[in-house]
């Protein structure tokens, strides 16, 4: 089993920045995709970024393309989302979630149903 803890939600305003964190624990060594996904109320689950943890490449959504950043650090098996430029559609609860499979090189693992481990998720608000 692998346990998720994400942390670092929060209220902000447009335009403004926050950096989530999900620190995994239990049996990592199984892992090998760790994404970011996010639920806004009445709205379906939906993908925002992912990570192939072997080799390090980021795959994202195209809402966020080039205003959130996924990345790790190895020592503390931790994952941060850094989302700048915010928006007020960026309003929800994120998801840290992990997977056993790889996923493709050339797109990744986008796919919900696919993760095996999810967090308890926090909430992110952005006012305009």
């Known amino acids: 089993q692998v346990q998720l803890v994400e942390s670092g939600g929060g209220l902000v305003q447009a335009g403004g920045s926050l950096r989530l964190s999900c620190a995994a624990s239990?049996?990592?060594?199984?892992?090998?995709?760790m994404g970011w996904f996010r639920q806004a109320p009445g709205k379906e689950r939906e993908f925002v970024a992912t990570?192939?943890?072997?080799?390090?490449?980021?795959y994202y959504a195209d809402s966020v393309k080039g205003r959130f950043t996924i990345s790790r650090d190895n020592a503390k098996n931790t994952v941060y989302l850094q989302m700048n430029s915010l928006k007020p559609e960026d309003t929800a609860v994120y998801y840290c979630?992990?997977?056993?499979?790889?996923?493709?090189?050339?797109?990744?693992?986008?796919?919900?149903?696919?993760?095996?481990?999810w967090g308890q998720g926090t909430q992110v608000t952005v006012s305009s």
């Open positions: 990570f192939r943890w072997s080799a390090g490449n980021t």
């Open positions: 979630a992990a997977s056993r499979i790889q996923g493709t090189l050339a797109t990744g693992l986008r796919s919900r149903w696919e993760y095996d481990y």
């Open positions: 239990g049996r990592t060594v199984s892992v090998y995709t």
